[in-house]
């Protein structure tokens, strides 16, 4: 099959999506497909620009959901999405996030061939999908199939837009993240390392965990905390540093893809204090690939991939005392950390990206097989919306 992977976020920027993206190409090549992806690109200079990357507008960042989204808002994108779908005459286009303008919606009304289209958003407050649910709707219509990447995130895009839909979770490298690598030096000694992976974004409770932290390095002197990701630490998260004279936190940044594991494998106790809107928990299967115990939000997006007292232990989100004892709970109890690591890595191999592009690619032939010769799109037709 010839395969577009349509994606509404900045390529050059990573997220989760456009990670996913990214492994499920190179899965699919590996199946001996070929797949070409579509993202607005803000760097289009870099060294080097994958040959598989077709870049498509400039992105902007627009704050939602207490996030950031870099996307693409250039009505003249349609000349060129209509260009491109002509030239590469894709067997199939596979959409995520497809009613996220502009990228999205360009391609679901000037594609001809079956449409298939991933949901990967969680979000509590369904305002944004409600108010443009009317006219989004034939948008929406366009689809042949549709996929969500776990309940939270089915129960979230169906409030607004019922229908039919595959539960096809996001996936890891799973050989990547369980392989022996050799935990950083920095790190190696005698102090308990948390780890914190991810964006220091505010809804990624950030200051929850700095405050959990306090309270345990008040009795519990010989740990240190790793954040890594992309952005700046929240503004109560310093003042707690400088109230507290915290030590042994460890701001490191971002990090390549490449290089995660390593921080992993350094990690004695992985920690993700969401306050919500996840609808997933990549970082979680990391964590549990890597052989790692897990402290997390107990929020659906990640209470849909670990179990606690299982793989780890869920808390209530922005309680950081609740966090604090979970956190010194393991801290004091290396056989159960070793426990819940080995029943983590038994978790965390069924989302191998082997096995999620494998059921992909099966979504992918049964529409073109089912796909019917509905009406063409009108290619003058240019009443995308554009309301965010």
Known sequence: MKIGLVSPYDYSYPGGVTVHINNLSKELINLGHTVKIIAPCSDVQRN????????????????????IARISVSFWLMRKVQEVLETEKFDILHIH??????????????????IVGTFHAYDNNSQKYFAQSGILQNSFSKLDRRIAVSVPAKNHIMKNFPGNYDIIPNGIDYDMFRSSRTPLAAFSDDKTNILFVGRMEKRKGLQ????????????????RLIIVGPGTLDKESYHLIAEKNLHDIELIGEV????LPNYYQSADIFCSPATGQESFGIVLL?????????VASNIPGYASVITSEKEGLL???KDAG??????????????????MGKEGLKTSHTYDWKNVASQIAAVYLETINAHTHRSAPNVTDNTIPLSL
Not at 48 to 67: A, E
């Open 208 to 223: 929850y965990l700095v405050s959990a932290f306090s309270m345990l390095k008040w009795d519990r002197r010989n740990v």
């Open 315 to 317: 808390v209530n989100p």
């Open 322 to 339: 609740a966090l604090a004892e979970a956190l010194r709970n393991l801290t004091d109890n290396p056989n159960l950390r070793f426990k």
């Open 48 to 67: 080097p620009l994958p040959n598989s990357v077709i870049p498509m507008g400039n992105p902007i960042p627009i704050p939602t959901g207490g996030s």
């Open 286 to 294: 990391e964590a549990m690939a890597s052989g790692k115990p897990i």
């Open 97 to 114: 996030e497809p009613l996220v303008p502009f990228l999205p919606l360009a391609c679901l009304h000037r594609a001809s061939c079956p």
């Open 256 to 259: 390549s893809y490449e290089d």
